[in-house]
């Protein structure tokens, strides 16, 4: 077992599961304290809460803040929320003058791991890191900003990376976003550093700190040290800015080894207050003395060591004369500028990144929706092939955009990965076009209601495909021989997908929805976010693999345990299922957040019992409709024909596509653009899917078009109440065969039932009643809790 797996002792206080039907909350929660003794630290600061116990934690945080009142508590909580638990957070606070000392107060009460440090006398950075390294018991020391934020795995990350490679220092890629999103989010790697890990030499380390330099700033990376190799050494507290650089220059010329790693784990913010991005006169002073002490410590034949150390001297003096040319070109004193150039012409060439600002700054940049200023935006994050409501995944997801459109959201669409793009070059909005305000595709570029991609290996891989499936149609080959594009919403994010929403994200993330539980790993990347995250479930994926099994064929989503998949849906504040059962099982499995039930609304038509020879299966490519396409085809619709030999089935959408040809008595319609006429013919509708289970999509719409509806015990699970009487169940080929033969051939019959389905899409599937409870989510405050019922219930 690892050291931080054991690090707590937990005193579970409470466990509470509420659980409400159709548009009711499904509940879990579990509270715990860690509790151990305190002590007071005697120091020449003053102590608050700490921790008495003689075990030493695994990672010691340590945290420097001076009136960092408006983004402490953020910080703070990012620590807390650590995966690697085993740690003490110490807060060295430098004579703040704000909130900053009550919001830390307010946050150890409920975390004892949690201990502060305060100063009576403004001393700088430094010198309140120092006064934590005295205290700090941990085998690791991680320097954490007091404005900064940082990912949720990434001490666990970095801790494991350097015992498992030997190092010494550790530090992770860094993405840069301002406060006020005036900018969007960089990274600070780049090409070659931004693909590997490095290990870092004294040398290479100096360089890279050179003021105006060509190689990423590694003194902008926030180290995690481990204690035995940091010994006796301390900031320099003579240092205002570039103290940690200095720190680690001289733990590598005394023989420390340090490797990077390109994770994007750690958040630099940013802001007015910030004193990292500025530079003055008396800290280019600071930094030339800082490295003239340095090079004294340097070990004699260390010469690029030397050689590093004098260049950045070199750049600081230069850019001293620079902040002087500035003044004085502002002051427009054209003698003090030449004064300045005589003693330093190199400084003028820093003045080229003021006139490429000035260009940059004549450039027309995309305006950001006017909608992120007023009202209440709402960034969905998707990677579906949102074209419309061509499948029941877009028609659910398009169904509860469109409500929270009405309720006063603004919505915004993103989707962080280019593949949403599959095989095909381009995407049609088309309702997806009005419901949004905004939408955007990583890779691709909108013209009108088109977004192309800039991508063009896609179109490659287009051209490939057609040629595969018409000779795969024309029979000249037996199977596809190209793989299916991969399932989008699945696929693993890379670097680039999580840097789109560091960026996109800002400003546009009041509230979020993300699409599919596969996506909430990008919620640390919404950088100083405030408001409410909800999780749309869809499928319960973890339990498909199971299914699909039984039946002998394999799942086109790839899986998830379902200790996985409760771990990703729980990252959100709360969780929609489409029905009730998944959702009592993801409560009875030990899942920590809220989870709302909500099916698919309707759009509520009258009855139309249509006639008597038509039979309708509706379906996207997904497995599940494939499998029950093929199974209805091979074993019902056999024995339906023999009794009826005017049965036609019509099978529309996109589940065809796969398919070589249709067998006697079925017409492939493909996708249609309007399934409106299919419907009002159509004499029964079928759903024999014998996997699957989450979405309701057509069942629902089958619903409300009132039609006489033959499905599996599979499609109804989870609304097996809401449609109890309207829907004709059978899970056996000769069962199934019989009810649709009867259907076909009784009107009165066939007419009962269609009513029958035409009222419980009425009673249970309007709007109101399904999304109702979202909205809610979204603005707790508004919300009245309601009744719960018992677990046995469902």
Not at 135 to 160: C, M
């Amino acid at each position: 077992m690892n050291r931080h797996s054991k690090s707590m002792r937990t005193i579970s206080i409470s466990f509470a599961v509420m659980i409400f039907r159709t548009g009711e909350v499904v509940t879990l929660d579990q509270f715990a304290l860690h509790g151990r003794p305190r002590r007071f630290v005697k120091s020449e600061w003053s102590s608050g809460v700490t921790d008495q116990s003689d075990r030493r934690p695994l990672v010691s945080v340590i945290m420097a803040n001076y009136n960092g009142g408006p983004y402490l508590a953020e910080a703070i909580r990012a620590v807390q929320a650590q995966t690697l638990s085993d740690l003490e957070i110490i807060l060295a606070d430098d004579a703040s003058a704000d909130d900053s000392i009550a919001i830390a107060e307010n946050l150890a009460r409920g975390d004892r791991r949690l201990r502060m440090l305060r100063s009576q006398v403004n001393r700088g950075p430094a010198a309140a890191r120092n006064q934590a390294l005295t205290v700090a018991r941990g085998d690791w020391i991680a320097v954490v900003d007091s404005d900064d934020l940082i990912h949720p795995r990434r001490l666990e990350t970095l801790v494991a990376h350097a015992e498992r490679d030997g190092a010494d220092i550790v530090a992770d890629d860094l993405i840069l976003f301002d406060d006020d999103a005036r900018e969007p989010a960089r990274p600070l790697f780049r090409g070659g550093w931004a693909r590997a890990p490095h290990w870092i030499d004294a040398a290479t380390y100096i360089r890279s700190n050179v003021i105006f330099g060509h190689l990423p700033a590694l003194g902008y990376c926030k180290p995690v040290l481990r204690r035995s190799a940091l010994g006796e050494a301390r900031y320099d507290e003579r240092l205002i800015i570039g103290e940690d650089s200095d720190l680690i220059a001289r733990l590598l010329v005394g023989g420390a080894r340090m490797r990077i790693y390109p994770d994007l784990t750690y958040f630099y913010r940013r802001h007015s207050a910030s004193v990292s991005h500025r530079i003055t006169e008396a800290q280019c002073v600071a930094i030339e003395e800082a490295e003239e002490r340095f090079r004294a410590l340097i070990p004699p034949g260390n010469d690029q060591v030397h050689l590093a150390s004098r260049l950045r001297a070199a750049s600081a003096r230069r850019t001293l004369y620079y902040e002087r040319l500035v003044a004085a070109l502002k002051a427009r004193s054209p003698g003090a500028a030449i004064r300045t150039l005589s003693a330093s012409p190199s400084s003028a060439l820093l003045l080229g990144g003021i006139v490429r600002r000035r260009l940059a700054s004549l450039v027309p940049r995309r305006r950001r929706p006017a909608a992120i200023e007023p009202g209440r935006p709402l960034l969905v994050l998707s990677r579906q092939r949102l074209e419309g409501a061509t499948n029941g995944s877009s028609a659910y997801l398009l169904s509860i955009v469109a409500y929270l459109k009405q309720q006063g959201f603004t919505p915004h669409f993103r989707s962080p990965s280019s593949t949403t793009f599959g095989r095909t070059p381009f995407i049609r909005l088309g309702a997806a076009a009005e419901a949004f305000a905004s939408f955007e595709v990583r890779g691709g570029t909108r013209i009108g209601n088109v977004i192309i991609t800039t991508d063009p290996r896609v179109l490659l891989r287009m051209v490939l495909g057609a040629l595969d499936l018409v000779l795969f149609k024309l029979r000249v080959t037996r199977r596809l021989l190209s793989a299916r594009a991969p399932y989008a919403v699945a696929a693993p994010l890379t670097r680039a997908d999580r840097l789109f929403v560091a960026a996109q994200g800002a400003g546009l993330s009041d509230h979020v929805l993300f699409d599919y539980a596969y996506l909430t790993e990008t919620r640390p990347y919404l950088l100083g976010r405030e408001g409410r995250t909800l999780v749309l479930m869809h499928d319960l994926v973890s339990t498909r693999q199971q299914r699909f099994a039984r039946i002998g064929q394999d799942d086109s989503i790839s899986h998830l345990a379902f200790d996985e998949e409760a771990g990703r849906l729980s990252v959100a504040d709360a969780v929609i299922a489409i029905q009730a059962q998944e959702a009592a099982d993801l409560v009875a499995g030990g899942l920590t957040r809220p989870v709302i039930v909500a099916p698919m609304a309707a759009v509520v038509r009258e009855p139309h019992p249509g006639r008597g020879d038509s039979i309708l299966f509706v379906g996207s490519s997904a497995a599940p409709n494939r499998d029950g396409l093929q199974w209805f085809c091979d074993e019902i619709l056999p024995l339906v024909r023999q009794r009826c030999p005017t049965a036609v089935l019509q099978v529309a959408g996109s589940v065809t596509r796969d398919l070589q040809g249709p067998p006697p008595g079925v017409s492939f319609l493909g996708v249609v653009p309007d399934l409106a006429p299919l419907y009002r013919e159509a004499a029964v509708v079928i759903s024999p899917l014998r996997v699957g289970s989450g979405l309701k999509i057509k069942l629902v719409e089958a619903l409300s078009w009132g039609k006489a509806i033959v499905a599996t015990s599979t499609t109804i699970e989870g609304v097996e109440r809401e449609v109890a009487g309207c829907v004709r169940v059978h899970d056996d080929a000769a069962g199934f065969a019989e009810a649709v033969v009867t259907l076909l051939a009784d009107d009165a019959a066939r007419t009962r039932l269609a009513t029958a389905a035409h009222g419980a899409a009425r009673a249970a599937f309007s709007s109101e009643a399904c999304y109702g409870p979202i909205v809610r989510a979204l603005a707790p405050d508004d919300a009245s809790p309601p009744q719960a019922v018992r677990l046995a219930a469902l």
